[in-house]
């Protein structure tokens, strides 16, 4: 069964210091996508990546870089260095080719706290 | 574009009490879903659509009905809410073609049912 676990319930870190947030995932199909979202204090879901199975390059976007391991079923985002506006929760998603792309699983999601 | 939309943006509600939460979207996606966000629980496909006149049931669809008349909006309506329904509910869409599945997320309606 399709199942994405984020173990860190909550991460505080001293502003510039540098933070990853871990996601692990599984799921049978070959084909399957990977994305990462933000929830600001605000509320909402703001979209940060999508990865898809068949490509493991690491992305890098700013002082955001996402790390995909297809060997250890892990895609681990890291903020370089971190800014208070980081502070948010942050969830790691899975979609499945066979089951459909819009039915997404989620992770429990990482409340991230950056402290000035 | 506006986006996902999503009325209301708060709400209360007596148990026994039905209501419906209004989505709308204007990037002409076909696939549209609603997600409920509990704390610790992340979010929980409640039902989803892949077109006008399509949907199916997600992981929690029990006490909530859909339907999909039009590409534009995605309705989801409480039959007789309970205290159990109290969450945050967010409507989603996204398209279907080059590979872009990501979902964008309306702003969230707030509902406490007491």
């Known amino acids: 069964a399709q199942k994405v676990t984020q173990a860190q319930t909550e991460i505080s870190v001293v502003e510039k210091e540098d933070v990853t947030l871990d996601c692990v995932y599984e799921t049978r199909d070959t084909t399957y996508y990977l994305f990462w979202y933000k929830q600001p204090p605000s509320g909402e879901l703001v979209f940060l990546i999508r990865?898809?199975?068949?490509?493991?390059q690491n992305e890098i976007s700013g002082r955001y870089s996402w790390n995909f391991q297809k060997s250890t079923s892990s895609f681990n985002f890291t903020i370089t260095p971190s800014q208070v506006v980081d502070s948010a929760v942050y969830f790691c998603a899975l979609s499945e080719a066979t089951s459909g792309t819009y039915k997404y699983i989620f992770g429990t999601g990482t409340r991230l706290k950056v402290l000035a | 574009n506006a986006g996902v939309t999503q009325t209301p943006k708060f709400q209360v509600l007596k148990t026994g009490q039905s209501m419906t939460l209004q989505c709308a979207q204007d990037?002409?996606?076909?696939?549209m879903s609603w997600y409920r966000q509990d704390p610790g629980m992340g979010l929980r496909l409640i039902h989803y659509?892949?077109?006008?006149?399509?949907?199916d049931q997600g992981e929690v669809p029990n006490g909530y009905n859909v339907s999909r008349s039009t590409t534009e909006d995605f309705p989801l309506r409480l039959l007789s809410a309970a205290p159990s329904q109290t969450s945050v509910y967010f409507c989603a869409s996204s398209r279907q073609a080059g590979g872009r599945y990501e979902q964008y997320f309306g702003p969230g309606t707030r509902l406490t049912v007491t």
């Open positions: 990037m002409n996606h076909e696939y």
């Open positions: 659509s892949v077109g006008a006149g399509i949907t």
């Open positions: 990865r898809n199975s068949f490509d493991e």
